[in-house]
């Protein structure tokens, strides 16, 4: 590619396609880092973008960004926007380059910041509240506000081990990012944390709160559980007794609890007792996370690139919908069978019997969508966008 400008995406992006089509395979998705002229090509603002193109098999791309830089960059904005924050995050920094001068008399190495990986300012904080007494021989050390750094990037550090495994769906990202929000917001409410607060609302802002956060609601309604769920939670209004967000996440030493697993049972007709509205969740241990090494990040998205308003979307019933008939707008599908189809949508979350419930692949949990959508009718354009969606990464590889 000859620059980073949007015409120079759509020509090499062009090429790239061109040479899968030509094996006559199916390009669902492409997950993108989220800058502008990336985004661009993906936008019906452009008419030069694959939105516009007459070509049905670049039209039907779904853009889907990567999530590692949108958390990345919900810290990253946070520190020029916060002066508290800033200051801290500062402070770290140069602690960080001090050590490295007296990497001798310390007896450790110290992490260095990386400019394109900013959540892994989490290692600098470790470092320093480890190492605080030989630091402290060369410089003034405000521990408690680096410890109340430290455990907020552990939430943010955790999501994005856990978005970058190859283990993590797509339709996981729904309740790793709510519970990230939430245990972010009970650090700012039960640990008087004063970083945790923004953070959250930042994480927010970026995520379910965004433009694109319809997608990840959208990508777990096409679960049994993720349906059974929405049925209940915003169908039903039944209160949902899940294990605390934090559990989730040891601030300490950043281990793995996967909360997905939170809700592996909720969709089970057994947790129902007769007469009950109240789910009872489990917590298990996740499996291994895999690391996945640095790769140079384009310049940071302004929060006004992944939001358009501050009133977020609560119901994210309704925001999977939304995402869901923009879907079917960028598919060109006709008016009448838009409606149809948001009408089998509303049904599909709205009954207490499970629709697809014969459809169900009982070993994995799943329904069988790339049958479905074999069969006549709207069902069939459901099933594709289901099997678009849910076969999506959640970040770039």
Known sequence: MNGGTSEDYIHSLTQGFNRIFIRDVKISSVVCDGNKAQLKCFQKGWNQSFYNSNDPRLFKILFIPCLCHRIHNCYQYMTTKDVALGAIVKHIHEISALCRI????????????????????????????????????????????????????????????????????ISDCYVWLCKGIEALQYLSSSNNNPFAGILSRSLLNYTLGSDFG????????????????????????AQINESPAINSFDITNVTFVNPVEDIQSIYMDSIFEEGSTEVSLDMVEEGSIRQVTATIDPPML??????????????????????????????????????????????????????????????????????????DGNVSIFADIALRVISASPQKQ
């Open 102 to 169: 007296h990497v001798e008399d310390i007896g450790a190495f110290c992490p260095k910041h990386v400019s394109t990986r900013w959540i892994y300012d989490y290692n600098i904080c470790m470092f320093i509240i480890k190492y605080q007494d030989k630091i402290s021989r060369y410089t003034r050390i405000d521990i408690e506000n680096i410890k109340f750094l430290r455990d907020c990037l552990a939430i943010l550090k955790k999501l994005i081990s856990t978005f970058e495994s190859d283990k993590t769906k």
């Open 214 to 237: 319809g997608l990840w609601c959208l990508a777990f309604a096409f679960t049994p559980k993720g349906r059974y769920y929405f049925n209940q939670k915003f169908v039903h209004g």
């Open 302 to 375: 302004d929060l006004a690139d992944v939001t358009s308003s501050s009133n977020q979307l609560v119901n994210h019933f309704v925001a999977a919908r939304q995402y869901l008939k923009s879907i079917l707008e960028q598919f060109r599908i006709p008016g009448q069978t838009i409606t149809d189809i948001i009408t089998l949508f509303n049904t599909y979350i709205n009954s207490d019997n499970d629709i697809f419930s014969d459809d169900m692949i009982q070993e994995r949990q799943e329904y069988g969508w790339e049958e479905i959508s074999q069969r």
